[in-house]
T-cell receptor
């Protein structure tokens, strides 16, 4: 059974720092992995989608990497800003039930001005 | 291009009642998935509809049911509400049931009292 873990659960850093959020999954047989952002009490905003054949994706100050063999993905945020404060979730689409996403519990990020 | 919209945004129901939540998929998308997110946790997959047929189901009891209409909008129905059904209900749309990027609505916050 696929399980997704995100560490740390919470992170607080000063504005301007570069930071890395981690996501690990137990079964390397995935179709893709998606990173999302969630503001308090709100829905989910898709940030990056990495297909299983890809190693990384970039969008602006965000870069996500995928290492299927080790069951890991990282989301790198460059030059963090207070507006980046949110909960970041990763989700994998498993190979044996590709109609669903399996989610981590998220990392709550606070960027201090 | 319109995004995914959900209605209502907030809802309070009494235990034992029935509720219907609605989702309009993003233009051009033919697949809708529903997720339940309890406070502080990642979303849990309820079911997916593809071209008006249920295409996959998570570990939810039969009192959770759904529909997809010819215009690909969808409903989630929950009968015999329980206190533990209190959660944020998220709808995601995509083009096709697998591989592709999922886009989410803002969610419906259901409170059962």
């Amino acid at each position: 059974k696929q399980e997704v873990t995100q560490i740390p659960a919470a992170l607080s850093v000063p504005e301007g720092e570069n930071l890395v959020l981690n996501c690990s999954f137990t079964d390397s047989a995935i179709y893709n992995l998606q990173w999302f952002r969630q503001d308090p009490g709100k829905g989910l905003t898709s940030l990056l989608l990495i297909q299983s054949s890809q190693r990384e994706q970039t969008s602006g100050r965000l870069n996500a990497s995928l290492d299927k063999s080790s069951g890991r993905s990282t989301l790198y945020i460059a030059a963090s800003q207070p507006g980046d404060s949110a909960t970041y979730l990763c989700a994998v689409r498993p190979g044996d039930s590709n109609y669903q996403l399996i989610w981590g519990a998220g990392t709550k990020l606070i960027i201090k001005p | 291009e319109t995004g995914v919209t959900q209605s209502p945004t907030h809802l309070i129901k009494t235990r034992g009642q029935q509720v219907t939540l609605r989702c309009s998929s993003q233009s051009g998308h033919n697949t809708v998935s529903w997720y339940q997110q309890a406070l502080g946790q990642g979303p849990q997959f309820i079911f997916q509809y593809y071209r008006e047929e249920e295409n996959g189901r998570g570990n939810f009891p039969p009192r959770f049911s759904g529909l997809q209409f010819p215009n690909y909008s969808s409903e989630l129905n929950v009968n015999a509400l329980e206190l533990d059904d209190s959660a944020l209900y998220l709808c995601a749309s995509s083009f096709g049931p697998e591989y592709t990027e999922a886009f989410f609505g803002q969610g419906t916050r259901l409170t059962v009292v």
